[in-house]
């Protein structure tokens, strides 16, 4: 069965840093992209981040870009996603999701990231 | 990387048909055949419904079907269900490695 837990959520203030993680199991991290997908509170999803297996080739939205850095340590089966300069419209549960055929088919149940001074 | 354009609402009688429609740009969705839908219960995780426009996982229904025209794509649910009751995201790939979600469309089973 696909897992795929996140955690490393939390409240912060506006400028400032978090790094959160996603544990995936069931199947082999690797072998697949990996996404991040966010949702604020009451609104719908927004694609984050992709990062291809090879760990370096890495595409972000452009509402992130500059901010956000995407990684991945397969050893680990463990995906990462490095917030830089936190605004506070990027308040939301953050997903992290399998890619697969075009798709997002495994998704955790998110971290929740709340930036507010 | 604009939101792709969904109706913010639809409805139905249990047994009848619904159908959601998906409104993007060539660049999206006109361009490419990476059109996935997803299903969201309150306070749940989305569940992947259809990929690749009308291709269904593993597990769901054939109550479920996608389909495309140019711009626009669409999800059909049909024999309406209370469990159907939700939110719908439809998602496309839109080049350069990029993708773009739906804003969104209540499904509500009357």
């Known amino acids: 069965e696909v897992q795929v837990v996140e955690s490393g959520g939390g409240l912060v203030q506006p400028g400032g840093s978090l790094r959160l993680s996603c544990g995936v199991s069931?199947?082999?991290?690797?072998?697949?992209?990996m996404h991040w997908v966010r949702q604020a509170p009451g609104k719908g999803l927004v694609w984050v981040s992709q990062?291809?297996?090879?760990?370096?080739?890495?595409y972000y939205a452009d509402s992130v870009k500059g901010r956000f850095t995407i990684s991945r340590d397969n050893a680990k089966d463990t995906l990462y996603l490095q917030m830089n300069n936190l605004r506070v419209e990027d308040t939301a549960l953050y997903y992290c999701?399998?890619?697969?055929?075009?798709?997002?088919?495994?998704w955790g149940q998110g971290t929740t990231v709340t930036v507010s001074s | 990387q604009s939101a792709l354009t969904q109706p913010p609402s639809a409805s139905g009688s249990p047994g009848q048909s619904v159908t959601i429609s998906c409104t993007g740009t060539?660049?999206?969705?006109?361009?490419?055949?990476?059109v996935s839908w997803y299903q969201q219960h309150p306070g749940k995780a989305p569940k992947l419904m259809i990929y690749?426009?009308?291709k269904r996982p593993s597990g769901v229904p054939n109550r479920f079907s996608g389909s495309k025209s140019g711009n626009t794509a669409s999800l059909t649910v049909s024999g309406l269900q209370a469990e159907d009751e939700a939110d719908y995201y439809c998602?496309?790939?839109?080049?350069?490695?990029?993708?773009?979600f739906g804003t969104g469309t209540k499904v509500t089973v009357l």
């Open positions: 069931g199947f082999t991290l690797s072998h697949y992209y």
């Open positions: 690749e426009v009308s």
């Open positions: 060539s660049s999206d969705i006109g361009g490419h055949n990476y």
């Open positions: 990062i291809k297996t090879d760990e370096s080739t890495t």
């Open positions: 999701v399998r890619g697969w055929n075009g798709a997002f088919d495994g």
């Open positions: 998602n496309s790939y839109a080049g350069s490695d990029i993708f773009v």
